[in-house]
């Protein structure tokens, strides 16, 4: 069951790098008539018409911190692929929770900075739990990290 399980996580990592790419493209022409639909209907008093008046920067950031999750993705995949050849505890998992743990504050850093251009609670929250993945993902590294190194002792001493 634990290995379907696996699998099953595996392939939806992969659709999920496969649609955030096409999201990822799809930015800027995708936004523009987002915006417009939802200023139209709700009208101008709503956060979407900040959106629409800082379009650039709102693109800009939106992509960048859409890259950065495309990387979080990247290396989960990397790392399910470990889990399902049962071969998790090498030292490359730790490599990709630390770089997880810098995509995450790297998001973070940019859902934080946006509001200095215009403000959105919902990017505080966003910031707010990439902040603490970030967290999560360097403390997960450290563990996997000693976990690592005690399985090369063990293999060393059989």
Excluded: Q
């Amino acid at each position: 069951m634990s290995d379907k399980l696996n699998i099953w996580f595996k392939r939806f990592l992969d659709i999920a790098l496969v649609i955030g790419m096409v999201i990822e493209i799809t930015v800027p022409f995708g936004l523009r008539k987002a915006v417009d639909s939802v200023v139209f209907a709700l009208g101008d008093a709503t956060e979407y018409a900040e959106i629409k008046n800082n379009y650039l920067f709102a693109v800009i950031s939106i992509m960048l911190a859409g890259a950065f999750s495309l990387l979080i993705l990247f290396e989960l995949r990397k790392m399910m692929k470990t889990v399902i050849e049962d071969n998790c505890f090498i030292h490359e998992n730790v490599t990709s929770l630390y770089r997880m743990g810098n995509y995450a504050f790297a998001i973070a850093a940019i859902k934080i900075l946006r509001n200095f251009v215009y403000f959105t609670p919902a990017s505080i929250v966003v910031a707010a739990v990439f902040l603490f993945a970030g967290i999560l993902s360097k403390v997960l590294a450290k563990v996997f990290d000693k976990a690592v190194n005690y399985k090369e002792e063990n293999d060393l001493t059989i």
